[in-house]
T-cell receptor, first 111, second 114 residues
């Protein structure tokens, strides 16, 4: 069965400092990886996905299959980045693409 | 269309009562998912619909839980004989058919069982 691990429940970073949120996964095949974000009093929303190779709001994530990791990074933190971040994976089978989530990391940006 | 909506947003009930939640997905989305989130955890998959067909149920979904999507549009999740352990946020998400389309989440229904 697949599993997603986010080792940090809480992370505090000063504004302007680099941010790295860790995510490790376990799955014997080739999953697809995502980062979801939940800002205060808002619903869960997609931040970025591995397949798109995109940078959203300055965030990037690189899939490292050797280390089974998908860490989220941003070079310069901004106050509006404070939120709850969830790493998730799915196995695309053109049908049920249910997501398996990690336990989340609460990121706080210190002004 | 303002996105996925869920009703009610909050529900407080006594142990042993039945509750029903509703989810209205984005109108053109064929896929619908229910997840449950407890304190300190990420969302956990409960069940999946493709149009009106319920194609997968998690082992988390005991016999007291039932979900329907009768016309392939809105969905309901019913919990019978609620227990305190059912207290959680129940999330609904929808997506279009196709590969790795984004799942759009609703605001959730927070259930408290006293």
């Amino acid at each position: 069965a697949q599993r997603v691990t986010q080792p940090e429940k809480l992370l505090s970073v000063f504004k302007g400092a680099p941010v790295e949120l860790k995510c490790n996964y376990s799955y014997s095949g080739s999953p697809e990886l995502f980062w979801y974000v939940q800002y205060s009093r808002q619903r869960l929303q997609l931040l970025l996905r591995h397949i798109s190779r995109e940078s959203i709001k300055g965030f990037t994530a690189d899939l490292n299959k050797g280390e089974t990791s998908f860490h989220l990074k941003k070079p310069f933190a901004q106050e509006e980045d404070s939120a709850m971040y969830y790493c998730a994976l799915t196995i695309s089978n053109f049908g049920n693409e249910k997501l398996t989530f990690g336990t989340g990391t609460r990121l706080t940006i210190i002004p | 269309d303002t996105g996925v909506s869920q009703d009610p947003r909050h529900k407080i009930t006594k142990r042993g009562q039945n509750v029903t939640f509703r989810c209205d997905p984005i109108s053109e989305h064929n896929r619908l998912y229910w997840y449950r989130q407890t304190l300190g955890q990420g969302p956990e998959f409960l069940t999946y619909f493709q149009n009106e067909a319920q194609l997968e149920k998690s082992r988390l979904l005991s016999d007291r839980f039932s979900a329907e999507r009768p016309k392939g549009s809105f969905s309901t999740l019913e919990i019978q004989r609620t227990e305190q352990g059912d207290s959680a946020m129940y999330l609904c998400a929808s997506s279009q058919t196709g590969m790795l389309n984004e799942q759009f989440f609703g605001p959730g229904t927070r259930l408290t069982v006293l």
